[in-house]
């Protein structure tokens, strides 16, 4: 393709952010131009010196008016240098690591960020999460030789990849998420199975426990693809009695026929087969075993990567975040790494904001946890009830922004009435906060203990003189980003853009 046609058809895609919820025109786009090869031959392009200088003082006008600078030095040089995020990639980068998936994405990036940094790398990241593609250029502006271990939101997956010539692709799972947005799973499913069709040259490494994601690795295969690396959870004593109502991926991607799970770890995820065409789970290269929830506090698990056998301990709660620390591990086997860095940066790791973080206000310790779709609030609903406390009580918020997802629907497929009987106090917040009272009226949970505060800065005030010991904070995407301000601006945690996981 020519190149003023390649640049042409980029601007479409980034002079257009509201392209970012047309999961099928991002696609079109992406297979249009096809995926940037990588040659070391061929001298990078470096951008020119004043759009630096631009980037650079979008920057500072960020963080002088009190931003993070995540994204706004990339939409500045995006929009005047469509070819950007490539020109960066070769100039700035040795290696690039690109993490999507509907859950768990921000945490399995900094767990492979931090595995590098123990393993002696430097590292390029997008920090807090900025997962378009101008958090993907800002990361690179930022970047100075190392590795890139960049998280890709899913419906901008194909088209950063396209561009940004990954070494190694981490999928992490496919659930139903903001169905305004990106509509039904399969729709981002085809799209990455274009993108894979299409040419993508990196290392897939893929979860084998989640039929949509595993059926990429025969796929690469037929086309031309180095072999996937996957991971995956052997312990079957986690095995659920049964099909959750939210499980998405049932059926066959080969010929649809119905899957047969003879475990299920986690909403679709587990051991499947089908019976029809014989398609079945892949071997996974790292798996877990031998796996511990200590309720909201951790976890504990063998991990095995192949050459050795690693005990590995979480401070971060539940079943998906063993999940994530298998994905980051199998990332590091494809990038070479040995496995004592990978067990000591998992020890060591600290959560990210919003994803299991802790602090204190007087007495009373502060957990918060995102809960944005019915398979997170189930495993969430899981955890919880696993704790040792003899009741939870709970600030629960939730917006319907843009980012949420306007449709909140999803809260009625999420299984609170397991957890019903723990239940202490609960405080229903955000732009949705009436409909999400109703929810868990109809659950069970004690209408005499609930209150409804729609403004957060109160709820939370209300959460916190309501709770023992502990308040457990449930928050959506955006109502996440609102309570870390509100709670930044008192002086209770770093802002969430400022938060870093130590080299």
């Given at each position: 393709m020519r190149p003023e046609n390649r640049d042409r058809l980029l601007r479409n895609a980034w002079d257009l952010p509201q392209l970012g919820d047309r999961v099928g025109a991002i696609s079109e786009i992406a297979q249009a131009i096809g995926p940037a090869r990588r040659d070391r031959s061929t001298p990078a392009r470096d951008l020119p010196y004043t759009l630096t200088n631009l980037a650079v003082a979008a920057h500072r006008v960020s963080r002088a008016r009190g931003g993070g600078a995540t994204a706004l030095p990339g939409i500045v040089v995006l929009r005047r240098a469509p070819r950007a995020i490539r020109a960066l990639r070769q100039e700035r980068l040795e290696r690039c690591v690109l993490v999507s998936g509907t859950n768990g994405k921000t945490t399995t990036a900094s767990m492979i960020a931090a595995i590098l940094r123990e393993a002696g790398y430097p590292v390029a990241h997008n920090r807090a999460g900025a997962n378009t593609p101008y958090g993907v250029a800002t990361a690179l502006l930022e970047a100075d030789g190392g590795v890139g271990v960049l998280e890709v939101d899913e419906a901008w997956l194909p088209i950063v990849a396209a561009e940004a010539c990954p070494d190694v692709v981490v999928l992490c799972n496919l659930f139903r998420d903001r169905l305004d947005a990106y509509g039904e799973l399969d729709g981002l499913a085809i799209a990455w199975e274009a993108m894979i069709c299409g040419g993508l040259e990196g290392t897939l490494v893929l979860n084998a426990d989640d039929p949509t994601i595993a059926a990429l690795?025969?796929?690469?295969?037929?086309?031309?693809?180095?072999?996937?690396?996957?991971?995956?959870?052997?312990d079957r004593d986690l095995d659920l009695p049964g099909a959750e109502h939210a499980a998405d991926s049932i059926r066959c991607r080969s010929c649809d026929g119905p899957l047969r799970f003879e475990a299920r770890m986690l909403s679709h995820m587990g051991h499947h087969r089908c019976d029809s065409c014989g398609s079945e789970r892949p071997r996974p290269r790292v798996t877990a075993d031998e796996i511990r929830i200590d309720g909201i506090s951790g976890s504990r698990f063998s991990v095995d990567v192949g050459a050795e056998r690693l005990q590995a301990q979480l401070r971060l709660p539940g079943l998906y975040n063993v999940y994530n620390a298998l994905a980051a591990a199998a990332a590091a086997r494809a990038l070479d790494i040995d496995s004592p860095p990978i067990g000591r940066a998992l020890a060591a790791f600290v959560p990210?904001?919003?994803?299991?973080?802790?602090?204190?206000?007087?007495?009373?310790?502060?957990?918060?946890?995102?809960?944005?779709?019915?398979?997170?609030?189930?495993?969430?609903?899981?955890?919880?009830?696993r704790d040792e406390a003899a009741s939870l009580d709970l600030l629960i918020v939730l917006n319907d922004a843009r980012p949420d997802g306007r449709d909140i629907s999803w809260i009625w497929d999420a299984d609170f009435e397991a957890l019903a009987p723990r239940v202490g106090s609960v405080v229903c917040s955000g732009s949705r906060a009436a409909e999400l009272a109703l929810r868990l009226k109809y659950a069970g949970w004690p209408v005499s203990r609930m209150l409804v505060e729609h403004e957060i800065a109160t709820a939370f005030d209300r959460a916190v003189e309501a709770a023992g010991d502990r308040l457990i904070a449930l928050p959506t995407y955006t109502a996440l980003l609102d309570l870390h301000i509100e709670l930044s601006d008192r002086g209770l945690v770093e802002p969430y853009w400022a938060a870093r996981q130590p080299a």
């Amino acid at each position: 393709m020519r190149p003023e046609n390649r640049d042409r058809l980029l601007r479409n895609a980034w002079d257009l952010p509201q392209l970012g919820d047309r999961v099928g025109a991002i696609s079109e786009i992406a297979q249009a131009i096809g995926p940037a090869r990588r040659d070391r031959s061929t001298p990078a392009r470096d951008l020119p010196y004043t759009l630096t200088n631009l980037a650079v003082a979008a920057h500072r006008v960020s963080r002088a008016r009190g931003g993070g600078a995540t994204a706004l030095p990339g939409i500045v040089v995006l929009r005047r240098a469509p070819r950007a995020i490539r020109a960066l990639r070769q100039e700035r980068l040795e290696r690039c690591v690109l993490v999507s998936g509907t859950n768990g994405k921000t945490t399995t990036a900094s767990m492979i960020a931090a595995i590098l940094r123990e393993a002696g790398y430097p590292v390029a990241h997008n920090r807090a999460g900025a997962n378009t593609p101008y958090g993907v250029a800002t990361a690179l502006l930022e970047a100075d030789g190392g590795v890139g271990v960049l998280e890709v939101d899913e419906a901008w997956l194909p088209i950063v990849a396209a561009e940004a010539c990954p070494d190694v692709v981490v999928l992490c799972n496919l659930f139903r998420d903001r169905l305004d947005a990106y509509g039904e799973l399969d729709g981002l499913a085809i799209a990455w199975e274009a993108m894979i069709c299409g040419g993508l040259e990196g290392t897939l490494v893929l979860n084998a426990d989640d039929p949509t994601i595993a059926a990429l690795g025969a796929l690469g295969a037929r086309h031309g693809a180095p072999a996937a690396s996957f991971f995956g959870i052997e312990d079957r004593d986690l095995d659920l009695p049964g099909a959750e109502h939210a499980a998405d991926s049932i059926r066959c991607r080969s010929c649809d026929g119905p899957l047969r799970f003879e475990a299920r770890m986690l909403s679709h995820m587990g051991h499947h087969r089908c019976d029809s065409c014989g398609s079945e789970r892949p071997r996974p290269r790292v798996t877990a075993d031998e796996i511990r929830i200590d309720g909201i506090s951790g976890s504990r698990f063998s991990v095995d990567v192949g050459a050795e056998r690693l005990q590995a301990q979480l401070r971060l709660p539940g079943l998906y975040n063993v999940y994530n620390a298998l994905a980051a591990a199998a990332a590091a086997r494809a990038l070479d790494i040995d496995s004592p860095p990978i067990g000591r940066a998992l020890a060591a790791f600290v959560p990210v904001f919003g994803r299991g973080e802790r602090f204190r206000i007087g007495s009373t310790e502060v957990v918060v946890l995102l809960m944005k779709n019915p398979a997170g609030a189930n495993e969430l609903m899981r955890t919880l009830d696993r704790d040792e406390a003899a009741s939870l009580d709970l600030l629960i918020v939730l917006n319907d922004a843009r980012p949420d997802g306007r449709d909140i629907s999803w809260i009625w497929d999420a299984d609170f009435e397991a957890l019903a009987p723990r239940v202490g106090s609960v405080v229903c917040s955000g732009s949705r906060a009436a409909e999400l009272a109703l929810r868990l009226k109809y659950a069970g949970w004690p209408v005499s203990r609930m209150l409804v505060e729609h403004e957060i800065a109160t709820a939370f005030d209300r959460a916190v003189e309501a709770a023992g010991d502990r308040l457990i904070a449930l928050p959506t995407y955006t109502a996440l980003l609102d309570l870390h301000i509100e709670l930044s601006d008192r002086g209770l945690v770093e802002p969430y853009w400022a938060a870093r996981q130590p080299a």
